[in-house]
């Protein structure tokens, strides 16, 4: 179940004459602040984003990981370490490693269509006829065809997720970086969410890499999980989801997910620990709290669905 | 949950066929039946006859010298006007177009030459090291301690009056169009970024849109102080306008005109913002969430 074992169906599922990127992040390093102030934010933090996986990153809040998203899109340097994709290294943002945002950046003054190909329109890669056929198929794909010449404001919380993941997906990225991007949406839609969003990468099967902080969205997404630590944030353990594909929501009462939930639990919960044994962090508190409550009540429904 | 639920049955689109036409009627009629106009109207009734009643009837002292409501309308509205300005002399409109004309000449230029500046000192931080400090120090100097380097720069009355609008309404638009631009938040820049879009496209479709409302609230500020500075300036060099209009009336002791003046200076300051809040709104259809 553990890191080691290479998942050989993975060539057969992808889709040849897709783009896909591996990642790879060797010993990346990175603080804030300088002097007596100096906070170590990562330390040491390798792994690898594997072509054609979802990967998701899990990690408690405050943990560093927006700063790590950051390092990997480019926005940031790190201050020691290397990142590389396909055996480049990054130098700086680019469209082969796309980012959705935490909070909603499509552009409000475009309606959600022009969102959609404004960015391959102005690189001019495509025949504008090419490109709009393509946009069309993506938005049928995640039901906003009917929404295309509407603003971003007019859509819902929902709405305005899907178009940013199609606005993202049509360019093709070699990896597609996903900063929690279901934060905030309320619980019935975040599971839709889920549900398109696991469908879109099972046809594409493009390199994902996919950043939270809910382990049920973890385990359910994942190919393979890997768990932060606190701060100084590094990877403390890669878990190999083995769940098959496609996903459906059944299987979050499955016993191997309930295996998998229960170890990436116990050790979230020995950095919960952590983070409240340092003490200052009020976040950390509340994670714990989260996480406790959570906890208790996924062993009653474990236990109801055993039953 | 199904794989289904990714194909979503088409919903029922209300809102995109009503005619823009259909669309004025339909708020009218709406504002009709609201409380707002009678509202409105009261508010004006009880303004004007508290003023009446100050003036006119009790002639309570401090207000006796003012003009009253009616003595000003039955001057506005005659034929024959004692003090020579109505609806019906020439010279009435003249006044406007003039003072009108110099706004119009101010605003366009302060428009022309602040907007882009605002834009650029935004989206260059070195830019903006460079300038910021002289905008700031140069706008907080009331525009009447311009009057004097004014009428010493230009030749004639006309260049000074519209300099002194446009110094005015110049700083408005640059300072709001570069707050607009710093409003804009960098998540914007980031998505551009990463989608790939070069300078001149991250400067049109991000920083100028995302400025746009700054903007024009801008402009509505601009056009208030421009008018402002007009009449100060018209009142201390005119021949011709508003300004020009008041002050002249009070030195001949004419003083319903002052008033006809005040009135007509409001009503065409209140257009020009209305006018102002009309192409905004125009431009930035994204900013209307619902369609009614």
């Known amino acids: 179940m553990r890191n080691n074992g290479h998942n050989a169906a993975r060539d057969e599922n992808f889709q040849a004459g897709h783009p896909s990127g591996e990642m790879n992040i060797a010993s990346v390093s990175k603080a804030y602040g300088v002097g007596p102030l100096r906070q170590p934010v990562l330390e040491d933090c390798s792994f690898t984003i594997e072509s054609g996986k979802l990967t998701v990153l899990i990690g408690p809040s405050g943990c560093g990981k927006t700063t790590l998203i950051d390092i990997l899109a480019g926005y940031e340097k790190a201050d020691s370490g290397i990142v590389t994709i396909d055996g480049q290294p990054v130098k700086g943002p680019g469209r082969d490693r796309l980012v959705v945002f935490q909070e909603t950046a499509l552009f409000p003054w475009m309606t959600t269509f022009e969102n959609v190909i404004y960015g391959p329109m102005v690189r001019k890669e495509m025949s504008r006829k090419d490109l709009e056929s393509r946009a069309i198929s993506l938005l049928e794909k995640v039901g906003l065809v009917d929404f295309k010449d509407k603003y971003p404001t007019q859509l819902s919380g929902g709405m305005q997720r899907r178009a940013e993941l199609i606005r993202a997906m049509i360019n093709n990225p070699k990896v597609m970086i996903m900063d929690e991007p279901f934060r905030g949406l309320d619980a019935m839609t975040r599971e839709l969410m889920q549900e398109y969003y696991v469908r879109l990468f099972e046809e594409n099967r493009a390199t994902n890499l996919f950043v939270t902080s809910e382990i049920e969205e973890a385990i359910f997404l994942a190919d393979q999980l890997l768990v932060m630590s606190y701060r100084p944030a590094k990877i403390r353990e890669v878990i190999e989801i083995e769940l098959p594909r496609p996903r459906e929501f059944h299987m979050l009462t499955s016993k191997e997910y309930l295996n998998y939930k229960k170890e990436a639990l116990e050790i979230l919960h020995e950095e919960a620990m952590k983070a409240f044994a340092s003490g200052s962090n009020v976040a950390a508190v509340d994670f714990l709290e989260a996480y406790s409550e959570r906890q208790a009540a996924s062993g009653q429904e474990g236990r109801d669905s055993f039953d | ?292």
């Open chain 2, 1 to 292: 949950m199904q794989p289904g639920v990714i194909k979503r049955n088409k919903p029922e689109m209300v809102d995109a066929q009503i005619s823009s036409v259909g669309l004025v009627f339909y708020r009218t009629k709406l504002w009709f039946a609201s409380p707002k106009p009678y509202l409105m109207v009261t508010g004006l009734l009880f303004f004007v006859a508290t003023w009446y009643l100050l003036t006119e009837y009790l002639k309570v002292p401090r207000f006796e010298k003012l003009p009253g409501p009616a003595i000003v309308l039955k001057e506005w509205l005659s034929r024959d006007p004692i003090y020579g300005t109505s609806i019906y002399t020439p010279e009435y409109y003249v006044h406007i177009w003039k003072s009108f004309f110099r706004v119009l000449q101010a605003f366009v230029l302060a428009t022309c030459l602040g907007v882009p500046l605002g834009l650029f000192m935004g989206w260059k931080k070195t830019f903006k090291d460079y300038t910021f400090p002289i905008l700031e120090t140069l706008r907080p100097i009331p525009m009447l301690a311009w009057v004097p380097l004014a009428i010493l720069m230009w030749p004639g009355r006309e260049l000074a009056i519209i300099y002194l609008t446009f110094l005015a309404a110049f700083f408005a638009t640059t300072l709001n169009t570069l707050l607009g631009v710093e409003s804009i938040d960098e998540v914007y820049f980031r998505a551009a970024r990463c989608l790939g879009f070069k300078p001149r496209h991250i400067f049109f479709r991000v920083v100028v849109p995302g400025a746009l409302p700054f903007i024009f609230t801008g402009l509505q500020i601009s056009m208030g102080v421009a008018w402002f500075s007009l009449v100060a300036g018209e009142m201390l060099a005119g021949e011709y306008g508003l300004g020009y209009l008041i002050w002249n009336s009070f030195i001949l002791v004419q003083y319903p005109v002052i008033v006809i003046a005040m009135i007509t200076l409001g009503f065409i300051g209140w257009a020009s913002s209305a006018a102002i809040r009309f192409v905004g709104s125009l431009l930035m259809k994204w900013k209307v969430r619902e369609v009614v």
